[in-house]
T-cell receptor
Framework: AQSVTQLDSHVSVSEGTPVLLRCNYS??????LFWYVQHPNKGLQLLLK??????LVKGINGFEAEFKKSETSFHLTKPSAHMSDAAEYFC?????????????FGTGTRLQVTL | GAGVSQTPSNKVTEKGKYVELRCDPI?????LYWYRQSLGQGPEFLIY????????DSGLPNDRFFAVRPEGSVSTLKIQRTERGDSAVYLC????????????FGPGTRLTVL
């Protein structure tokens, strides 16, 4: 079975400084990995998606993530945080073969951005 | 275009009552998913429809939970004999075709069982 572990439940950064949200995955096969963002009282929005093409994936709003098979990691980064980035971020892995429809979410990382 | 919509946005009910939660997927999307998000947790998969049929219902916690999608568009999640532990945000998502396509989520229905 596949799973993801988000290593930090809460991250606080100053506006204009880099963001790093950490995620490790476990999967028997080459996984599809995602990062979703959830702003308060809004639906989940896809930031980016990895599906075994380029290992460095660029997403929306300046976010990117790098798939590292040797480290089983898929960390999310952004060079410069903006106040509007404050939200809950979820690392997600999809199932394989017959369960590819099923998304398995991590427990989330709350990103706080301060002035 | 319109995204995934869910009604009601909030539902308060009493223990033991029956509730129905509705999801309108993006027009033309054949795949529809239900997830449940408890406080402080990530969403958990409940059920996946491809067209009118439930292709994977392995996430439904017990037989009090049931979902239908009779015409391959709108879906209803039904919960019988609600329990306080059913309190959560119920999320619906849809994707264009099938597994591997990006899932687009609705805003959710917050269910509170008193």
């Amino acid at each position: 079975a596949q799973s993801v572990t988000q290593l930090d439940s809460h991250v606080s950064v100053s506006e204009g400084t880099p963001v790093l949200l950490r995620c490790n995955y476990s999967s028997s096969y080459s996984p599809s990995l995602f990062w979703y963002v959830q702003h308060p009282n809004k639906g989940l929005q896809l930031l980016l998606k990895y599906t075994s093409a380029a290992t460095l994936v660029k997403g929306i709003n300046g976010f990117e993530a790098e798939f590292k098979k040797s480290e089983t990691s898929f960390h999310l980064t952004k060079p410069s945080a903006h106040m509007s980035d404050a939200a809950e971020y979820f690392c997600v892995v999809s199932g394989t073969w017959g369960t590819a429809s099923k998304l398995t979410f991590g427990t989330g990382t709350r990103l706080q951005v301060t002035l | 275009g319109a995204g995934v919509s869910q009604t009601p946005s909030n539902k308060v009910t009493e223990k033991g009552k029956y509730v129905e939660l509705r999801c309108d997927p993006i027009s033309g999307h054949t795949a529809l998913y239900w997830y449940r998000q408890s406080l402080g947790q990530g969403p958990e998969f409940l059920i996946y429809f491809q067209g009118t049929g439930a292709a994977d219902d392995s996430g439904l916690p017990n037989d009090r939970f049931f979902a239908v999608r009779p015409e391959g568009s709108v879906s209803t999640l039904k919960i019988q004999r609600t329990e306080r532990g059913d309190s959560a945000v119920y999320l619906c998502a849809s994707s264009l075709r099938t597994a591997g396509d990006t899932q687009y989520f609705g805003p959710g229905t917050r269910l509170t069982v008193l």
